[in-house]
């Protein structure tokens, strides 16, 4: 059963930085594209960031661009999510998500983790 397990989700300042990571079990992790969604409460779940299975293209939401890079670790099977310059409008719950396309859908995305929470205070 495939597993993704994010961490590194906290409390910090506006201006602050966080790195959220997410290890992938029981998936063929370098053939995937990875994904980052957040949610924050009453709203949608969004695009945030990805990147192709060999980490050659990126894609990011204006609202982050600039502020957050996408990195992975095919050897450990991990996906990064670095984020600096965090606003109260990042705070959400943070989720990553594999799949075969670069799309912005969650529909795309057939894998999901169960989110880290982000709370940056004003």
């Known amino acids: 059963q495939v597993q993704l397990v994010e961490s590194g989700g906290g409390l910090v300042q506006a201006g602050g930085s966080l790195r959220l990571s997410c290890a992938a079990s029981?998936?063929?992790?370098?053939?995937?594209?990875m994904a980052w969604f957040r949610q924050a409460p009453g709203k949608e779940r969004e695009f945030v960031a990805a990147?192709?299975?060999?980490?050659?293209?990126?894609r990011y939401a204006d609202s982050v661009t600039g502020r957050f890079t996408i990195s992975r670790d095919n050897a450990k099977n991990t996906v990064y999510l670095q984020m600096n310059s965090l606003k109260s409008e990042d705070t959400a719950v943070y989720y990553c998500a594999a799949g075969r396309t670069l799309g912005v859908g969650k529909n795309e995305y057939p894998y999901w983790g169960q989110g880290t929470q982000v709370t940056v205070s004003s």
């Open positions: 990147i192709t299975a060999s980490a050659i293209s990126k």
């Open positions: 029981e998936l063929t992790f370098r053939t995937y594209a």
